[in-house]
């Protein structure tokens, strides 16, 4: 055979092969996008596949492209609670517990939504319950929401099962009420222990305490709890109050008379921000 002859038989051999090649890819590209069945093969040419709708683009998946996934935001297990915090500037936590209650939630929600105000609220899972359009107030007001159990038990006197359902117990009801499961965890009387600190770490919860303790609980007269506020008052402190749990009307009429002498003292009010490992 001539070498002319090898030659031109050379080239028609790789343009056939060209040819499938083009054909292969495109019946792949087909199934992917949804533009022709999978595993069907078009004619090569302009009339190979049919033009997409918007809503092939939208039904089909993207594979391979894109940024790679973010890896799983993980909660550190701590061997003590937050106590306050390093924010920049003249930061203040105010926090409440044992709530929500209809007869002083609402008006401790009034007070700082006054002053435009964020705080944060430790709810017990057995009072949000039946009181759940407070905390979708909370939610619509930037408000943040902790876990404080179901029932306010001493959770140094439970066994670890027991522990777990108090807890996620409480994270489930929050959800339902408050849109979101909450990222914070305060143990009822301070009481923490390993298998608190765990547990909570397994369901993506930071454990905070308090740096001032206003004592509110044992009704000792609004000007006290004012005092004790006052007193306390630093950057980055954290402010423990109740709104629920007996008598809180101290506490709201506390709350009027220190939240603008704070604001006037140059001191912002907030909620935390979250770490992730």
Known sequence: MKKDQLLTRRRV????????????????????????????????????RR???????????????????????????????????SERGRHMVLTFDDGPDPRYTPAVLDTLAKYDVRAMFFVCGGMVADNKELLARMAEEGHAVGNHTWSHPLLTRLTRREIR???????????????????????????????????????????????????DWTTPGTRSI??????????????????AGGDRSQSVR????YLPELLDAGYHISVPRRHYA
């Open 13 to 48: 051999l790789l343009a056939g092969t060209g040819a499938v090649g083009v054909a292969v890819t495109a019946g792949v590209f087909a199934g992917v996008t949804g533009g022709g069945p999978a595993g069907t093969v078009p004619v090569a040419g302009p009339q190979a």
């Open 51 to 85: 033009p997409l709708s918007s809503s092939a683009y939208r039904l089909q998946p993207l594979t391979g492209y894109g940024p790679p996934h973010a890896a799983p935001r993980r909660t550190l297990v701590r061997r003590a609670p937050l106590l306050r915090f």
């Open 165 to 215: 359902a108090e807890m996620e117990r409480t994270c489930d009801v929050i959800e339902d009420a408050y849109g979101e499961r909450p990222e914070w965890f305060r143990a009822p009387y301070g009481a923490w222990n390993r298998t608190a600190f765990r547990l909570g770490a397994g369901l993506g919860m930071e454990p905070l305490a308090w740096t001032v303790d206003t004592l």
């Open 226 to 243: 004012i005092r004790r506020v006052e007193n306390g008052a630093a950057p980055g402190v954290v402010v423990l109050s109740h709104d």
């Open 254 to 257: 506390a709350l009027r008379r």
